[in-house]
């Protein structure tokens, strides 16, 4: 079984509310450790900030259609992107990344799925 680590931009594009629902549906395959909602910015969104919060509230709704524990699992990700690579963004979603990691070893990995800006 592998342990992952979901970062995405859930309400940007609907691929991203398939992965989630697949990974959650995939216990024998996948553990979800966490998820963390990635910062987008498109007509959908207002910034990169809005977008980030409009992907965690959809990550919220999808957990409660599902009837899923949210606590200590989904988290808030950058509220902008990153400038370069000396300028990391604090956010819950980056601090729950190095606790998770920290947790790691090379007999029990941590993957991350970006599949939205990798900001976090």
């Given amino acids: ?22 990974a959650l549906l995939s216990p024998e395959a996948i553990k979800v450790e966490a998820i963390h909602a990635a910062p987008f910015y498109n007509a959908k969104s ?6 980030m919060e409009r992907s965690y509230d959809e990550i919220l709704r999808l957990m409660s259609l599902m009837c899923r524990e949210t606590e200590g699992i989904v988290f808030k990700g950058a509220d902008r992107y990153m400038k370069s690579k000396d300028d990391p963004v ?5 601090e729950n990344l190095i606790k998770l990691a920290g947790e790691s070893s090379p007999q029990d990995p941590l993957y991350v799925l970006a599949i939205g800006a990798p900001t976090n």
């Fill in 90 to 94: 604090e956010c819950d979603a980056v």
């Fill in 1 to 22: 079984m592998k342990r992952i680590v979901l970062d995405t931009d859930t309400y940007n594009e609907v691929d991203d509310q398939f992965a989630l629902v697949y």
């Fill in 46 to 51: 207002e910034g990169p900030a809005d977008g």
